[in-house]
């Protein structure tokens, strides 16, 4: 058993702890006198105070919010004013065909496009959109951008042009889209193309800019492997697919400036669309609405380019002399035609309209469908067992 005696020394770890126990309470007392001033200061760690204090979480969310922003984004820009703008113009249009077996007939959608309505007059709203598009269609079905579905009539298509109008009643019409020019656009600047992609995306905008102007493509109507026309189109690199054909291709200030109508289709090749230059089809598009059809002058010959006979026909059977370089050969005269009347045969070579050189089908349909009208006294060159002749004959209407 131990005892304590007065009158020895005091024991050294009594001493440790009294020191230690001031060290303590002297760190405790400077501790509160720190955190009470980074306190003051607003400087105290949020994840040294008490979370249950409420003074706290109110000055806790002052410095998140301090801390982090919430950034608000306005991306409206003339684009996409723009495309607010003219949406409501572009249109879906479904080509309906009837299908019919030894049991049953039905109407089934054989194809799809886009269309824009240009025009709003007297109860009806008038669209155009490409021939291919509604060729074949027993009916048409145009599908608004607030997906109204109404019925519509082709009141003219073409061909040549590849155009062709349409006519609805007016009553679910919001607007009409502004016509433009094309004349003036220039290589770089931005282009828009509106559409229905696939027949599945209404409404659809990419956009790119104009890559050429006066592109010519050649177009095989009877898919003979021959081109029986050049068609003259405004190449862009806003996406093009199947079904945005008849759709709109307009300019930064939202105003038509073609009529969406192709694409290139090979699988090396991206980037490439085309669209038929208003300018180019306005009076046609008036044409066919006044009329239902678009008349050109007429020959009433069936004819095929001089490249297609093999070069020995042309001293053989032809007989033409050296210097011919290129023509059309007559295979047929349809009688009482303006070229029958004027006295042209089978197998004449017909080099020059009006002295503007002929060198294949497409040169002779581009001067008679462009430069010429139809009642126009026309100067015909050709070569017939090698002579050299020049006929005038009257135009007349196909």
């Given at each position: 058993?131990?005892?304590?005696n ?23 007392l ?46 409206t ?20 065909q ?18 824009v ?38 009141i ?31 290589v ?58 008849g759709g ?41 609405e ?7 002058p ?31 050969y ?58 050299r ?10």
């Amino acid at each position: 058993m131990g005892y304590y005696n007065q009158n020895s020394p005091p024991n050294r770890n009594q001493k440790r702890n009294r020191y230690s126990i001031y060290s303590i309470l002297i760190g405790i007392l400077i501790g509160v006198v720190l955190v009470t001033i980074f306190w003051q200061a607003d400087l105290l760690p949020n994840a040294w105070t008490n979370q249950t204090n409420k003074e706290y979480d109110s000055r806790g969310s002052q410095a998140n919010s301090a801390d982090y922003s919430q950034i608000n984004v306005d991306v409206t820009t003339q684009i996409t004013d723009v495309i607010d703008q003219v949406a409501p113009a572009v249109v879906s249009v479904i080509n309906i065909q009837q299908r019919s077996d030894f049991w049953q007939s039905e109407s089934q959608e054989a194809g799809t496009g886009s269309g824009v309505i240009y025009k709003q007059a007297d109860g009806y709203a008038y669209v155009v959109t490409n021939h291919h598009v509604v060729s074949g269609a027993d009916a048409i079905e145009v599908v608004l951008s607030n997906e109204t579905r109404v019925d519509a009539d082709v009141i003219g298509s073409d061909l040549f042009s590849d155009l062709a109008v349409l006519r609805m009643d007016d009553e679910h019409i919001e607007q009409t889209i502004d016509i433009g020019t094309s004349e003036n656009v220039k290589v770089g600047e931005p282009a828009v193309a509106i559409g229905n992609p696939l027949g599945m995306f209404a409404g659809s905008v990419t956009q790119g800019v104009i890559s050429g102007k006066q592109r010519t493509i050649p177009q095989d109507f009877n898919n003979d492997g021959r081109a029986d026309w050049q068609a003259e189109v405004i190449q862009t690199d806003a996406a093009i697919n199947p079904g945005n054909s008849g759709g709109a291709l307009i300019n930064i200030d939202g105003r038509l400036i073609g009529i969406n109508s192709m694409k290139v289709n090979e699988s090396a090749v991206e980037g490439i669309g085309f669209a038929i230059p208003i300018d180019t089809a306005l009076p046609i598009i008036q044409e066919l609405e006044g009329t239902g059809e678009v008349k050109r002058p007429y020959l009433g010959l069936e004819i095929y380019s001089l490249e297609e006979v093999p070069q020995t026909e042309w001293s053989h059977t032809l007989h033409l002399p050296n210097e011919v370089t290129g023509g059309v050969y007559v295979w047929s005269v349809e009688p009482l035609s303006p070229a029958d009347q004027a006295g042209l045969e089978r197998l004449d070579v017909i080099t020059e309209l009006d002295g503007t050189e002929v060198m294949d089908m497409i040169d002779l349909r581009k001067i008679l469908y462009q430069e010429k009208a139809i009642g126009e006294q026309v100067d015909v060159t050709f070569y017939r067992d090698g002579q050299r002749q020049t006929i005038t004959l009257e135009l007349g209407a196909q």
